[in-house]
């Protein structure tokens, strides 16, 4: 496949409702995939996973706020998570949650980061949730959410 069949499939996305407020697109999107020329097209489980981020965290986090959830990242193919930088094991291989569909980095509009932290914290469930300063990376999983929380304090992941 070409990088013009995934920007065709780009395009589709925006079409393909996965809840009240998102579609595919959220999942796929990536300014730095485009950049460089990556294909971001996610497998059948990274849509069921993105799936169930969207809708037991992020459409939930809309509703509350009554506020448009702005995606910063949910999927990022194994190219794409090398490209910026991701998470990956002492193989290389990407672990990152993001290369799986479970997490997303959000900010929400007209709301500061710790209101959104503060509330997916006390009333979602969730697997893990990071106030990383300019955003919050959020994570769910089909098997087993942890509930861990973190902040970012001086490039380090303290207990929040």
């Known amino acids: 496949m070409s990088f013009q069949d995934y920007l065709s499939y780009r395009k589709e996305a925006t079409k393909k409702k996965i809840s009240e407020h998102f579609t595919m697109f959220e999942i796929i999107n990536s300014d ?4 460089k020329k990556i294909d971001n097209r996610p497998t059948a489980q990274v849509v069921t996973n993105a799936t169930a981020l969207i ?6 986090v809309r509703i509350h706020f009554n506020s448009p959830v702005i995606v910063n990242s949910i999927y990022r193919s194994p190219d794409l998570n090398k490209a910026v930088g991701g998470v990956v094991d002492k193989n290389g291989k ?10 997303a980095d959000i900010i929400v509009k007209g709301h500061s980061i710790q209101e959104v932290f503060d509330y ?3 009333n979602l469930i969730y ?14 999983s089909l098997v087993k959410n942890r509930r861990q929380s973190l902040k970012l304090v001086n490039g380090k992941y303290l207990p929040a």
């Open 32 to 35: 730095t995939a485009i950049a």
């Open 127 to 140: 697997d893990q949730l990071i106030h990383e300063g300019t955003w919050v990376h959020v994570s769910f």
């Open 94 to 103: 990407p672990k990152s949650q993001h290369c799986f569909g479970q997490a």
């Open 55 to 60: 809708k037991n965290v992020l459409e939930k």
């Open 120 to 122: 997916i914290k006390h």
